[in-house]
């Protein structure tokens, strides 16, 4: 739609809200805006070139559009209606059913004249076209509104009495995320005839409720919204303009402080607090050394998550006694704001130090019998069984790493004492205070009793990784440890059914199966599925709430859920569908092969034998299906070879094949799928000159042990097949 520029002008929504959730603005903000944006889009009153902004501080949702219709073009509607024998009758008058479908379409008043025949193909329809009217800026920003407030992702609506100056009789009540105080429409210098949530539009909204110029800002025009919140409500609208402006100031506080002063940055946090102002002001507080005593992630937690203060660091990302907190106001004298913020933060850092304190006072050995008094799930029992469990599979890990040399007897002793101690700082006051601090307190109290770096790093790093992105365990007795808690959630809650179901994931297994996966590629384990699978089970044995005699069916359950994960993940690297698809098709043994057999498949691809072979293999496996009821075996006679084809494709695969299974052997898979791109000529020949199913059952059996054999040799790396 090309708009005439005459016909133009900015259009300002704004709705004026009392305080919207602070992790939910973002949100709102661009909801609001991209769904205005589509609506008007969908109604042609903007085009898809229009530009526009959004705006979101605590008070506010607004969007701005540049360039707006006053009334959109007429456009042709055309509508199929139905067949001409359906629609009219033999006299050619309109049928019921044509009668009743232009009464839904509003189009009551239209007679057969007004219809049009187009033959299609032998049969004839009856279509509806007509000249639509634009629709007008008031009738189509309405509409983009409702809509706008209808799509709002609200974490959770509430219900307010409409105030009284209400203009909208009637309503005595509305559910909205938040009490709306105020619309603002503007068209240009009009205001649009807009009602919202019992509210009509006007041209006038507030700023900052203590540093604002003036109490009500009459806006003259839609595009000096901006400018005039800032010069007169003290507000800066935008949210990212806000955002970046609290990191600027957060940078330049840190900065006049000296060398050695950081920002602890935390995007998350800074989302927070741009949606908790609206004109940012930074302070620099600080707080008694002391406190520094305490392990900083408790200090820097209590301070992010409670105070939404950002913490400072120094160059090597200890925590210093200094700490920045962002005001929504500024006063000349700022002592009070700093003073205050240093009264409050106090008594969290004096917790935490209590805490830390009093929970060093009793060793995690002799906290450990609490693990029996708390519940890991119903019907799989108490964290102190869950720690056996957890146990049995460690062990069995770490025997399995001892036979391929990847482990010592000390690091077999590190993971016995890592598993026993792992769990137990959740009986801790810290971590019943903090959560999120699991794991990290069980590493400080570990190194305080006395343990090895290696167990307490283990403690603190089994729960990793905990996030897409997140690292992996510093040293292989956390390795082994994570593995095993994470197999022991998967196998424990598959066996009771509780496996993940269209997007609901309560347990986030998903997540531990990509721990699996990604502590088995990245580390290199060269661990079997199937035998951690075997483990996993056993540890399970002779528990009331799992069947032994169902475990096959978990494990292989447990299986595809991790390589469905896997396969996700892998859509995410430089691989087609079809070779990832080759690759876990014939669910290799190893996951840190993985990557192997795909940069082999992706090189094989590339060769001009790939998709010849590709195919003949797809041949191979349909013919070797059909003979399912025959004994077929991989012993060739040559002396029942008579064809020159059958002979040559013989004589080639006995020089190929053994060179290709060699490197196959050696995990030079590249290599081995280059060698056997060697059988093409011959293969190709074979299907042209010889038939399998000769009528000679030796002949026939022959032949396919000798197929059967090739297709066993092409599949080791890949299922080849998936690649025709």
Known sequence: MQAHPMNTAPLLIELLVEELPPKALSKLSVSFSQTMYAQLLDLELIDSQCAYESFATPRRLAV???????????????????????????????????????LSLGFSHLGVSD??????????????????????????????????????????????QLHENCEMPGWSSVNFVRPVHALLALYGERVVD????????????????????????????????????????????????????????????????????????????????????????????EFEKEFLQVPQECLILTMKANQKYFPLVNDQGDLVNRFMVVSNISPKDTSAVIGGNERVV??????????????????????????SKVIYHQQLGTQEERTQRVQAIATGIAKELIALSALSAQDEQWIDEAVQIAKVDLLTDMVGEFPELQGVMGHYYALHDGYAKEVAWAVEDHYKPRFAGDSLPRGLVGVVLALADKLETLAGLFAIGQHPTGDKDPYALRRHAIGVIRLLREKSLGLSMAKLLIVSASAFEGHKAVNKKSWTQISASMLEFIYDRLSINLKDQDYSSAQIDSVLSIRPDVLDEVDLRLKAVKAFAQLPEALSLASANKR?????????????????????????????????????????????????????????????????????????????????????????????????????????
């Not at 199929?80 to 033999?90: F, I, R, S």
């Not at 060398?259 to 609206?278: Q, R, S, T, Y």
């Not at 805490?355 to 060093?360: A, E, G, K, L, P």
């Open 64 to 102: 701005l559009f540049q360039s707006v219709l006053s009334q959109s073009p007429e456009r042709e509607m055309k509508q199929k209606l139905m067949p001409l024998k359906v629609g009219l009758d033999p006299n050619g008058q309109a049928t019921p059913a044509l009668e009743k479908k232009l």
């Open 620 to 724: 191979i496996g349909n013919i070797l299906k059909k003979a399912h009821d025959q004994q077929v075996n991989e012993q060739v006679n040559p002396s029942l070879l008579v064809e020159v084809a059958e002979k040559a494709l013989f004589e080639t695969m006995q020089d190929v094949l053994p060179q290709a299974q060699l490197s196959f052997e050696a995990k030079n898979y590249a290599q081995s799928l280059s060698l056997l791109a060697q059988l093409k000529n011959a293969v190709d020949l074979f299907f042209e000159q010889v038939m399998v199913n000769a009528p000679e059952e030796a002949l026939r059996s022959n032949r396919l042990s000798l197929l059967s054999r090739l297709h066993t040799a092409m599949n080791q790396v890949a299922d080849l097949s998936r690649l025709a």
């Open 346 to 371: 106090r008594p969290r850092l004096s917790d935490a130090k209590f805490f830390y304190d009093q929970d060093r006072k009793i060793n995690l050995k002799t906290r450990s019998s609490g693990l």
């Open 194 to 285: 807009l009602t919202v949530l019992g509210l009509k539009a006007g041209k006038s909204t507030k700023g900052h409720r203590f540093e604002a110029k003036k109490s009500v800002i009459e806006l003259a025009h839609a595009s000096s919204y901006e400018e005039a919140l800032l010069s007169d409500g003290a507000v800066i609208a935008s949210y990212a303009k806000r955002r970046q402006s609290i990191e600027d100031q957060l940078n330049v506080a840190a900065k006049s402080l000296g060398p050695g002063f950081n920002v602890a940055h935390d995007d998350a946090l800074l989302d927070e607090v741009c949606a908790l102002v609206e004109m940012p002001n930074v302070l620099i507080c």
């Open 115 to 160: 219809l049009e025949v187009v033959n299609e193909g032998q049969v004839q329809h009856l279509w509806l076209k007509r000249t639509q009217a634009g629709v007008s800026l008031a009738v189509g920003a309405q509409k983009a509104l409702n809509e706008a407030i209808a799509k709002l992702p609200i974490p959770k609506v509430m219900s307010y």
